[in-house]
T-cell receptor
Framework: GQQLNQSPQSMFIQEGEDVSMNCTSS?????WLWYKQDPGEGPVLLIA?????ELTSNGRLTAQFGITRKDSFLNISASIPSDVGIYFC??????????FGKGTRLHILP | GAGVSQTPSNKVTEKGKYVELRCDPI?????LYWYRQSLGQGPEFLIY????????DSGLPNDRFFAVRPEGSVSTLKIQRTERGDSAMYLC??????????FGPGTRLTVL
C-alpha cells in the first residue's frame, strides 16, 4: 500500500540551530500535511499544502510541496526548546482517510 | 473554543473485557475519524464518519472493533474481548475541510 517515508528518524540539535526534515512517497499526493505531536498529546496541525511547488510559512516553520507531488519538506529556523517533539507528515488517500509517516523525533541538546 | 475531547484519558483493562472510548468533536464538524497509534509509529486510520454514518471502516482490524456516532456528533469506539495487542493510544479527530483534521488528546488503552 501507499507509504510515507520520513527522514531523518531522529535529530539531535543545539538550541538556535535550523532544522530540516523531509517526507517522500512513491505515489502522488494532492495535499501534504505536517503535524507535531508532544508526549501524551494528539498531533497538532502545523501546515497544510495544497499545490505543487507551494511554499508556506507558519512563524519559524516553513514547508514546501514538492514539484513532483511525491515529496515535501519542513524547515524550522532558530530552534527553541518547545520545538522538541515528533513531527509527522501526512497525506490523504481517496476521499477520506489520511496516512501518516512514522515521524521525525526532534531532540534539543542542553 | 473547545477542541476535540476524548474520555477517558487512560484506560486499563484486563484481557477479555469490553471497553468504550468516547470522542467529542469540535462543534459543527461533520467528519469524525478514529486512529490507533502504537509506540514509535504514526497514527493508523481505523474508521471515518460523515454525519451519522460510517463512510469508511476499512481500517478496523477485526470484528471486535466497532464505532458509532448516533446523532452525528459524539462518537464511541467499542472494543470487545480485548487482547493485549489492542494496547495503544486511540486518537479521535474531526474536520470541516477534508485534510485538515484536528486531533483530540487521545485515550491510552492498556490491556493487561
Amino acid at each position: 500500500g501507499q507509504q510515507l517515508n520520513q527522514s531523518p528518524q531522529s535529530m539531535f540539535i543545539q538550541e538556535g540551530e535550523d532544522v530540516s526534515m523531509n517526507c517522500t512517497s512513491s505515489s502522488i499526493f494532492n495535499t501534504w500535511l505536517w503535524y507535531k505531536q508532544d508526549p501524551g498529546e494528539g498531533p497538532v496541525l502545523l501546515i497544510a499544502l495544497y499545490k505543487a511547488g507551494e511554499l508556506t510559512s507558519n512563524g519559524r516553520l516553513t514547508a514546501q510541496f514538492g514539484i513532483t507531488r511525491k515529496d515535501s519538506f519542513l524547515n524550522i529556523s532558530a530552534s527553541i526548546p518547545s520545538d522538541v517533539g515528533i513531527y509527522f507528515c501526512a497525506g490523504p488517500i481517496g476521499d477520506d482517510k489520511i496516512i501518516f509517516g512514522k515521524g521525525t523525533r526532534l531532540h534539543i541538546l542542553p | 473554543g473547545a477542541g476535540v475531547s476524548q474520555t477517558p484519558s487512560n484506560k486499563v483493562t484486563e484481557k477479555g473485557k469490553y471497553v468504550e472510548l468516547r470522542c467529542d468533536p469540535i462543534s459543527g464538524h461533520t467528519a469524525l475519524y478514529w486512529y490507533r497509534q502504537s509506540l514509535g509509529q504514526g497514527p493508523e486510520f481505523l474508521i471515518y464518519f460523515q454525519g451519522t454514518g460510517a463512510a469508511d471502516d476499512s481500517g478496523l482490524p477485526n470484528d471486535r472493533f466497532f464505532a458509532v456516532r448516533p446523532e452525528g456528533s459524539v462518537s464511541t469506539l467499542k472494543i470487545q474481548r480485548t487482547e493485549r495487542g489492542d494496547s495503544a493510544m486511540y486518537l479521535c479527530a474531526s474536520s470541516l475541510r477534508f485534510g485538515e483534521q484536528f486531533f483530540g488528546p487521545g485515550t491510552r488503552l492498556t490491556v493487561l
